[in-house]
């Protein structure tokens, strides 16, 4: 079983030599916990594809401790460094031309590659003290709900991997935007995040529009970025993504077996009602998203019901976007 260790010099240290010796090591980050190997060696990254049971035509981030990191697997845009000066270290992800000592398995095979700076403090010490880049997707068996929680990732993965640093739980709960700068004539987000696109926009000026990237799982040839499967994110428990909120009566004749997931809390209470934020803040329903799928998941519920975010600005979108995604094409009702 993995050891869950906290960041004292002496274990940060310790995971360091391991993640050089190409172990692998689940991390926090401020969006979700990641499992981290050595972004330059094919061994390390095939552990991560192995450990997940990821596909390979899903490529991986890889994290930088800092700007001068970046020079050694990736080709800056000329549009990075503002991208960096305004959103890192933070939750922003960019798609760039890779440098050749990249390997093909990290970039599913394409000559882009998917990098951003963690904020994390705990990771970023780690980072610090590899002197590596590390590749990172979350830390959870491909397609399931990504971990907030180093228990979550115990859970899911503790019998696969030799260690988990401990960071308590993840200050944002989503995964990260993802800014694709190479292969349109503007800069697009390919995967929305706490980084909304009003902010990339006030930075940039115009970037393209359009809805967000998604492919079929039977795709098999290389992705550009994560996260992009129109089936992701899934609990086992089958869920529906409502087009509207639940209204009373809704929720009052909803069958026992099925678990509303309610954005804000209802006046009604009963069992099967649930909710992720009492007044709806995004940022609180963001982060307690996944860890409340997982605890519906383990509840012995038939199915889940889940009502959107009425207003997709900033957050919403994020949210909204990983609801669909976690019900799959098709799933939606009233």
Known sequence: MAEILDDSPANIERLAKALLADRLVAVPTETVYGLAGNALSAEACAAIFEAKGRPAHDPLIVHLSDLDMLGEVAVPDPLTRTLAEAFWPGPLTLILKKRPKVPSLVTSGLETVAVRIPAH????????????????????????????????????????????????????????????????????????????????????????????????????????????????????????????????????????????????????????????????????????????????????????????????ADLGRAINDRLRRAAGRGNQVR
Not at 166 to 191: A, M
């Open 121 to 312: 403090q705990v990771f970023q010490k780690l980072i610090a003290a590899a002197r590596i880049p590390l590749a990172a997707p979350s830390a959870n068996p491909f397609g399931y709900i990504s971990p907030t929680t180093s228990a979550h990732v115990a859970a899911q993965l503790g019998d696969r991997i030799g260690f988990i640093l401990e960071g308590g739980p993840c200050r944002i709960g989503i995964e990260s935007t993802i800014l694709d700068l190479v292969t349109g004539s503007l800069p697009r987000i390919l995967r929305p995040g706490a980084v909304s696109e009003d902010q990339i926009r006030a930075v940039l000026g115009p970037i393209q529009k359009g809805p967000f990237a998604v492919a079929s799982p039977s795709e098999t040839q290389g992705l550009i970025a994560p996260g992009l499967l129109d089936r992701h994110y899934s609990p086992g428990t089958p869920l529906v993504l409502r087009t509207r909120p639940f209204a009373s009566e809704e929720l009052m004749n909803l069958p026992t077996d099925v678990a509303a997931l309610c954005i804000q809390k209802p006046g009604d209470a009963r069992p099967n009602i649930f909710w992720l934020s009492e007044d709806g803040d995004p940022r609180e329903v963001a982060r307690r998203l996944f860890s409340m799928l997982r605890d519906l998941d383990r509840a012995g519920f038939g199915s889940i019901e889940a009502e959107p975010m009425t207003d997709e």
